[in-house]
């Protein structure tokens, strides 16, 4: 905290100084001003030259561009562990878990076949560390990002209407 003042002194008076709890103006935590969304930095926070990055769905990667802003004003930096997915790549996937699991069935908790994964069709992003996750977790649909697997906190997708609710999650990928 005493970093964050030095830091906002040191900047001067700006929309940015908006306190960091995200996101801003949440009922219950004393955030009565929402963010000005055009005082954020316009840089991108992905790296787009990635094209596990630059093959998402453009929505859910603005949705996540605005969310690793929010989430770095928090302190905590979100990565992208895996994004869009080639069918040969989900196909590798499945068949280590095959190999894993010892057989599709149980494959199919964690690993999507290439016709059904949302990665393919670049509408999905795992995300890491585990802090980034707890925190897209709790704070990812006012984005409309929504983690969708009970046993993959680590998945996201575009799910709701940023600000709404989210759907109930699938227990696990054969679900759905």
Known sequence: MLLLGIVLTACGNHAAEEPTGTPHGRPGT????????????????????RVDIARLDPDLRSALEEA????????????????????????????????????????????????????VKGEAVDIGPTEADEWLGRYGSAYGLCQVFA?????????????????????DSSQR
């Not at 955030?31 to 926070?45: E, W």
């Not at 046993?151 to 227990?171: D, K, Q, R, S, V």
């Open 30 to 49: 004393g955030l009565a001003k929402p963010v000005d969304r055009l005082a954020l930095p316009r840089q991108g926070t992905l790296d787009t030259s």
């Open 68 to 119: 690793v802003r929010a989430a770095r004003a928090d302190g905590v930096d979100i990565e992208v562990t895996s994004g869009w997915r080639s069918r040969e790549h989900q196909q590798r996937l499945l068949d280590e878990a095959v190999a894993t699991y010892g057989s599709l069935e149980e494959a199919l908790k964690f690993v999507s076949t290439p016709d059904e994964s949302e990665h």
């Open 151 to 171: 046993n993959e906190i680590w998945h996201f997708e575009l799910a709701t209407t940023p600000g709404g609710e989210c759907p109930p999650m699938y227990a």
